[in-house]
């Protein structure tokens, strides 16, 4: 079982509609991040967040620490929004390394 | 630039070829990390450098990966012998540790996409 796993793989929702992406994971962390890669592009960091929630702009992240679950959720969707969403946590060791999910792949249509 | 470069942004070789790829942290990160993404797959950690002290290694595949850093700059990351299977992309972050000993936001550089042939 993978560390921490990302719900759902894909994700096809029409322009305006609200969107959740879910992240379980198994070990203890210090830190949670969502992470944004776009076709071709490289990687953005979207947050970074070890208790309650973060907003920026129509993107809020959440996260339960006692059920090991964190929420990306994106409000008013648009076809930019169209990338793979990446949850990593880190766990803690004195290296700051991240564990990642494997992304869930998001296309907004027109 | 401000943000983290790497180079070269795509790299051609043919199996059985040594490889070097190069990393420019954002300037005052001490931390700097390599990850691996390989076509479909989620990314995996290679190695970590913090300022002087010795390197986390625990990441890397195999003996034929090894990785330099000078002080807190450049890094590279070197494949020898190159495999299809190290076909990949490998991706540089860099990151400010904080005096309490945690860590801040990690900055991806672009990538460099690697093919083995």
């Known amino acids: 079982k993978n560390e921490v796993e990302q719900s759902p793989q894909n994700l096809t929702a029409q322009e305006g509609e609200f969107i959740t992406i879910n992240c379980s994971y198994s070990?203890?962390?210090?830190?949670l991040h969502w992470l944004q890669q776009h076709p071709g592009g490289g990687i953005v960091s979207l947050f970074m967040l070890s208790s309650g929630k973060k907003k920026h702009g129509r993107l809020i992240a959440t996260i339960n620490i006692q059920e090991k679950h964190s929420s990306l959720h994106i409000t008013a969707s648009h076809p930019r929004d169209s990338a793979v969403y990446i949850c990593?946590?880190?766990?803690?060791?004195?290296?700051?390394?991240?564990?990642f999910g494997k992304g869930t792949k998001l296309s907004v249509k027109p | 630039g401000a943000g983290v470069s790497q180079s070269p942004s795509n790299k051609v070789t043919e199996k059985g070829k040594d490889v070097e790829l190069r990393c420019d942290p954002i300037s005052g990160h001490t931390a700097l990390y390599w990850y691996r993404q390989r076509l479909g797959q989620g990314l995996e950690f290679l190695i970590y450098?913090?300022?002087?002290?010795?390197?986390?290694k625990s990441g890397l595949p195999s003996d034929r990966f090894s990785a330099e850093r000078t002080g807190e700059s450049v890094s590279t990351l070197t494949i020898q012998r190159t495999q299809q299977e190290d076909s990949a992309v490998y991706l540089c972050?860099?990151?400010?540790?904080?005096?309490?000993?945690?860590?801040?936001?990690?900055?991806f550089g672009p990538g460099t996409r690697l093919t083995v042939l």
């Open positions: 450098f913090q300022g002087n002290s010795a390197p986390d």
């Open positions: 972050a860099s990151s400010f540790r904080r005096s309490s000993g945690g860590y801040n936001e990690q900055f």
């Open positions: 990593a946590v880190d766990h803690g060791g004195s290296q700051g390394n991240l564990i």
């Open positions: 070990v203890g962390i210090s830190a």
